[in-house]
Structures are given as structure tokens and as C-alpha cells.
């Protein structure tokens, strides 16, 4: 069974940093490609980006190109999403998917003076 631990949400100001992590288990973690997704209340869900294995490619939307990155640490089954000069339109429930295909509770992000 797939688990999914995401950490790292809160409440930031306009300009501020959060730095969100999803550790992962019940699957194998190197092997898969990995993704975060988000939604705002009222809005679809949407893709924010994804790593794919060995880090061999990425991809963000261009809404947060250049602010967020992705990046992986295999040894710890661990994906995380570095988001700086974070905006209010970031705000939204921030999920990570292993292989397109599980879904966790997602973590709680707030862009707000």
C-alpha cells in the first residue's frame, strides 16, 4: 500500500520561501516519476511539475518557472518542492503524485500580508 507524508506547508508573506517534502512508501521510489499538483479553493486542480527518474528531465508550469524547483533524494524516498518569491496566486492545497497515480492529503499553502 502507498503512503504518502507531506510536510511543509504554512502560512508565508508575499516575497517569503516554503520549502514542502513528501516521503514516500509502499513503492519503488526510484523508479517512478514524481509530481506535485495544487488547488485553490474554487479553482481546478493543476499541474505545478514533475521529475521524472535519475532526474533526467523536468517540468513546471510557467507561472512558477524560475521560482519553484523539484527536486529528489532517492536514499530517502523523499520528493520535495522548493517554492520561493511565493505569490497569494500559490495559494492552494499542494499534493504530490508518485506515478501519476496515488494521491496523498496534500499540505496546506497560504501566500498572504
Known amino acids: 500500500q502507498v503512503q504518502l507524508v507531506e510536510s511543509g506547508g504554512g502560512l508565508v508573506q508575499p516575497g517569503g520561501s516554503l520549502r514542502l517534502s513528501c516521503e514516500v512508501s509502499?513503492?519503488?521510489?526510484?523508479?517512478?516519476?514524481m509530481a506535485w499538483y495544487r488547488q485553490a479553493p474554487g479553482k481546478e486542480r493543476e499541474l505545478v511539475g514533475y521529475?521524472?527518474?535519475?532526474?533526467?528531465?523536468?517540468y513546471y508550469r510557467d507561472s512558477v518557472k524560475g521560482r519553484f524547483t523539484i527536486f529528489r533524494d532517492d536514499a530517502k524516498n523523499t520528493v520535495y518542492l522548493e517554492m520561493n518569491n511565493l505569490k497569494p496566486e500559490d495559494s492552494g492545497v499542494y499534493y504530490c503524485?508518485?506515478?501519476?497515480?496515488?494521491w496523498g492529503r496534500g499540505t496546506q499553502v497560504t501566500v498572504s500580508s
Open positions: 503524485v508518485p506515478n501519476w497515480s496515488h
Open positions: 521529475i521524472t527518474v535519475s532526474d533526467a528531465g523536468f
Open positions: 509502499g513503492l519503488a521510489f526510484s523508479s517512478k516519476p
